[in-house]
């Protein structure tokens, strides 16, 4: 028998056997493939090194490409813009060359012209000269009888130097040395009178020195005290600066109704002796000279006293024509000033009748209209308006309030400017009762497109108020901000609407925060003006932001975030994209449906259909403009 260890053995070699065929095996098939393991490897390795220098050769040559293309379309898009700028700026170059040549030739003829008319009068002047300064007459002369006059030589030559004054003038473009030059140039001028007519006609800081100059030489006129009051007024109204300046003016007038008319019994100079000893109390009250101001306010008391009692027939008739002069002028602020002295002192001397009569009339339209065409030819230069006082707003009050028998013209236009002072005085409430009663108004008035036109100015003018005095981001402003929005709709000025409606959107969001139903309101105000505007993308921007304020004010769904997805949905539409607006509509269904049947189930046992009348109308309501907006969609 054969034992373990037998066994055993016979194992073991088996198992040698087993390997070295196993082993002679795989050498066998080694070198039949003749590729040994250490060789397959490294092969392997260079492969993957190889392939992955490939790759770093290939992202640098891409990345070198896409540098030169970006660079290459860079410089092609500069060289693009550089040839459009060039082209702009040739063709502006262009027509500015040829505006300027237009210009110039019309400059040209003109200079030419008036070169040759004083030319010709001054060839003309110079031949007058030589036949007075012959001295043999010609022989008509003699036979007339006609001999030298010494007293025409002296004006032909004052007539000479006036010409060679005014050609010096012309040739000055400062302002100062124009003045200097009229000053010095008033001895030796034989008719200065013609100079306070210039000065009156045409006011302005130099025209109204050479009055006072003229006063000062005894050339003076009820009409220049006029015009001096109306500098005096307006200097002053520059600053404490200015006021010395004012005062010497005010003296200047004193002097000219003091000396003016001295036959005359002297009442139509208290007119003026009047308006110059309040003015001069008002400034030097303003200076710290209380005392002399006491004193003019008395000597003003004796002129008024005196008016009371000699009853004029016609009040201060000369400031009247002067200030309807200025109007015709444009000289809105002189005119404005003179009417408004007129009216003080008319309603001391005929209380009873200042705000009715034909006089009373006259005087109340020019003061409309020079401060009508004040405001409008100011614009937004409203310190313009600062020469008004500031008892301007009281008086104005005062007469809109007096029922007079006024044009709807004149009365938007004292109730206007009535705005712009509240505005300079910061007088918020005021200002609102003012901007009410123009929009009133103006909605009475807009039945064509003329006052429609001016309902759109007022309504602007309102709006830069309410900006102006920051009423727009107040509670008590927005009010005025929603009716000027819907103003502004009425008239087609959608942008101002637009401008209006994100001003009241930010009050709403600055007063009650982004998670409260009071700013619904003005964005869905907002949203229906862009949408007037065909701006849908701006209309969908707050819809969206009205679903996500409602978001976090409802704890759940609510009827009115229908309303908003079904605006959603049709502002999507209007640009075009059906697929969003669809969204929105499903989700809006879908919200109806399940608000109601909230609504039904919360009732008890009744079903939708059994609920009140007026949500199964909100309901219907609803379902057919979603019906109706779907059936839209599928045209689409």
Same mark, same amino acid.
């Given at each position: 028998?054969?034992?373990?260890?037998?066994?055993?053995?016979?194992? &073991?070699?088996?198992?040698?056997?087993?390997?070295?065929?196993a /082993?002679?095996?795989?050498?066998?098939?080694?070198?039949?493939?003749?590729?040994?393991?250490?060789?397959?490897r490294s092969?392997?390795?260079n492969?993957?090194? @190889?392939d992955?220098?490939? *790759?770093?050769?290939?992202?640098?040559?891409?990345?070198?490409?896409?540098?030169?293309?970006?660079?290459?379309s860079? @410089?092609?898009?500069?060289?693009?813009?550089?040839e459009?700028?060039?082209?702009?700026?040739?063709a502006?170059?262009?027509?500015?060359?040829?505006?300027?040549?237009?210009?110039?030739?019309?400059?040209d003829?003109?200079?030419?012209?008036?070169?040759?008319?004083?030319?010709?009068?001054?060839?003309e002047?110079?031949?007058?000269?030589?036949?007075?300064?012959?001295? =043999?007459?010609?022989p008509?002369?003699?036979?007339?009888g006609?001999?030298?006059?010494?007293?025409?030589?002296?004006?032909?030559?004052?007539?000479?130097s006036?010409?060679?004054?005014?050609?010096?003038?012309?040739?000055?473009?400062?302002?100062?040395?124009?003045?200097?030059c009229?000053?010095?140039?008033?001895?030796?001028?034989?008719?200065?009178? =013609?100079?306070?007519?210039?000065?009156?006609a045409?006011?302005s800081?130099?025209?109204?020195?050479i009055l006072?100059?003229?006063?000062?030489?005894?050339?003076?006129?009820?009409?220049?005290?006029?015009?001096?009051i109306a500098?005096a007024?307006?200097?002053?109204?520059?600053?404490?600066?200015?006021?010395? $300046?004012?005062e010497?003016?005010?003296?200047?007038?004193?002097?000219?109704?003091?000396?003016?008319n001295?036959?005359?019994?002297?009442?139509?100079?208290?007119?003026?002796?009047?308006v110059i000893?309040?003015?001069?109390?008002?400034?030097?009250?303003?200076?710290?000279?209380?005392?002399?101001?006491?004193?003019?306010?008395?000597?003003?008391?004796?002129?008024?006293?005196?008016?009371?009692?000699?009853?004029? =027939?016609?009040?201060?008739?000369?400031?009247?024509?002067?200030?309807?002069?200025?109007?015709?002028?444009e000289?809105?602020? &002189?005119?404005?000033?003179?009417?408004?002295?007129?009216?003080?002192?008319?309603?001391?001397?005929?209380?009873?009748?200042?705000?009715?009569?034909?006089?009373?009339?006259?005087?109340?339209?020019?003061?409309?209209?020079? *401060?009508?065409?004040?405001?409008?030819?100011?614009?937004?230069?409203?310190?313009?308006? @600062?020469f008004?006082? $500031?008892?301007?707003?009281?008086?104005?009050d005062?007469?809109?309030?007096?029922k007079?028998?006024?044009?709807d +013209?004149?009365?938007?236009?004292?109730?206007? &400017?009535?705005?712009?002072?509240?505005?300079?005085?910061?007088?918020?409430?005021?200002?609102?009762?003012?901007?009410?009663?123009?929009?009133?108004?103006?909605v009475?008035?807009?039945v064509?497109s003329?006052?429609?036109?001016?309902?759109?100015?007022?309504?602007t003018e309102?709006?830069?108020?309410?900006?102006?005095?920051?009423?727009?981001?107040?509670a008590?402003?927005m009010p005025? *901000?929603?009716?000027?929005?819907?103003?502004?709709m009425?008239?087609?000025?959608?942008?101002?609407?637009?401008?209006?409606?994100?001003?009241?959107?930010?009050?709403?969001?600055?007063?009650?925060?982004?998670?409260?139903?009071?700013?619904?309101?003005?964005?869905?105000?907002?949203?229906?003006?862009y949408?007037?505007?065909?701006?849908?993308?701006?209309?969908?921007?707050?819809?969206?932001?009205?679903?996500?304020?409602?978001?976090?004010v409802?704890?759940?769904?609510?009827?009115?975030?229908?309303? /908003?997805?079904?605006?959603?949905?049709?502002?999507?539409?209007?640009?075009?994209?059906?697929?969003? +607006?669809?969204?929105?509509?499903?989700?809006a269904?879908?919200?109806?449906?399940?608000?109601?049947?909230?609504?039904?189930?919360?009732?008890g046992?009744?079903?939708a259909?059994?609920?009140?009348?007026?949500?199964?109308?909100?309901?219907?309501?609803?379902?057919?403009?979603?019906?109706?907006?779907?059936?839209?969609?599928?045209? @689409?």
């Amino acid at each position: 028998m054969i034992n373990g260890d037998t066994l055993t053995m016979v194992a &073991c070699a088996l198992g040698a056997v087993a390997l070295i065929v196993a /082993v002679w095996g795989y050498f066998s098939l080694r070198q039949r493939i003749d590729f040994p393991a250490e060789r397959g490897r490294s092969i392997n390795n260079n492969q993957i090194t @190889a392939d992955l220098a490939n *790759l770093k050769r290939e992202f640098a040559m891409l990345s070198e490409t896409v540098h030169r293309f970006r660079a290459q379309s860079l @410089a092609g898009i500069s060289e693009n813009m550089a040839e459009k700028e060039q082209a702009i700026k040739l063709a502006l170059s262009q027509d500015l060359h040829k505006e300027l040549e237009a210009a110039t030739d019309e400059f040209d003829k003109a200079l030419s012209a008036i070169v040759g008319k004083l030319d010709q009068k001054q060839e003309e002047l110079a031949s007058r000269i030589d036949n007075f300064s012959s001295t =043999t007459p010609p022989p008509q002369a003699i036979e007339a009888g006609a001999i030298s006059n010494p007293i025409i030589e002296s004006k032909i030559a004052s007539l000479v130097s006036a010409l060679v004054i005014d050609r010096f003038l012309a040739s000055l473009e400062d302002m100062s040395d124009k003045r200097k030059c009229l000053m010095a140039s008033l001895e030796s001028v034989q008719d200065t009178v =013609t100079f306070g007519k210039l000065a009156v006609a045409y006011p302005s800081i130099n025209s109204w020195l050479i009055l006072k100059e003229l006063a000062d030489r005894g050339v003076v006129s009820d009409i220049a005290g006029w015009a001096l009051i109306a500098g005096a007024e307006l200097t002053a109204s520059k600053g404490r600066a200015f006021y010395s $300046t004012a005062e010497e003016l005010y003296q200047a007038a004193r002097l000219s109704f003091s000396t003016a008319n001295t036959n005359s019994a002297g009442v139509a100079n208290r007119e003026g002796l009047y308006v110059i000893a309040s003015g001069l109390a008002r400034l030097l009250a303003q200076g710290d000279r209380a005392a002399l101001s006491d004193m003019l306010k008395q000597e003003a008391a004796s002129h008024l006293r005196i008016l009371i009692e000699s009853k004029p =027939t016609t009040m201060a008739l000369p400031a009247v024509q002067l200030a309807e002069f200025y109007l015709n002028e444009e000289r809105f602020d &002189c005119a404005s000033i003179l009417f408004r002295q007129v009216i003080d002192l008319a309603t001391q001397v005929f209380p009873e009748s200042i705000y009715n009569g034909d006089s009373a009339g006259r005087l109340w339209h020019g003061l409309a209209l020079a *401060l009508s065409n004040l405001a409008d030819k100011t614009g937004t230069e409203r310190e313009l308006f @600062a020469f008004l006082g $500031t008892d301007t707003i009281a008086f104005l009050d005062k007469a809109l309030s007096a029922k007079m028998p006024l044009s709807d +013209a004149d009365k938007q236009a004292l109730q206007l &400017c009535l705005l712009r002072l509240c505005e300079r005085d910061r007088d918020e409430d005021r200002a609102l009762a003012v901007a009410k009663n123009l929009l009133d108004d103006g909605v009475r008035l807009a039945v064509d497109s003329e006052n429609k036109e001016r309902f759109n100015f007022i309504a602007t003018e309102i709006l830069a108020a309410v900006d102006e005095l920051h009423l727009s981001r107040k509670a008590n402003g927005m009010p005025m *901000l929603k009716r000027l929005i819907g103003i502004f709709m009425a008239v087609n000025n959608h942008n101002k609407a637009a401008s209006a409606g994100a001003k009241l959107v930010d009050a709403s969001l600055d007063l009650y925060g982004d998670a409260s139903l009071e700013t619904v309101v003005p964005i869905n105000i907002l949203a229906d003006v862009y949408k007037a505007m065909g701006r849908y993308d701006l209309a969908e921007e707050c819809y969206r932001q009205i679903l996500e304020i409602q978001y976090k004010v409802y704890p759940s769904e609510h009827e009115e975030m229908v309303d /908003v997805l079904l605006n959603l949905a049709q502002v999507c539409k209007l640009q075009k994209d059906v697929g969003e +607006a669809e969204i929105f509509l499903e989700s809006a269904v879908e919200m109806c449906q399940s608000v109601f049947d909230k609504s039904a189930a919360e009732d008890g046992e009744r079903s939708a259909d059994e609920l009140p009348v007026e949500i199964q109308g909100r309901k219907k309501a609803l379902m057919a403009r979603a019906e109706a907006l779907k059936g839209q969609l599928s045209h @689409a």
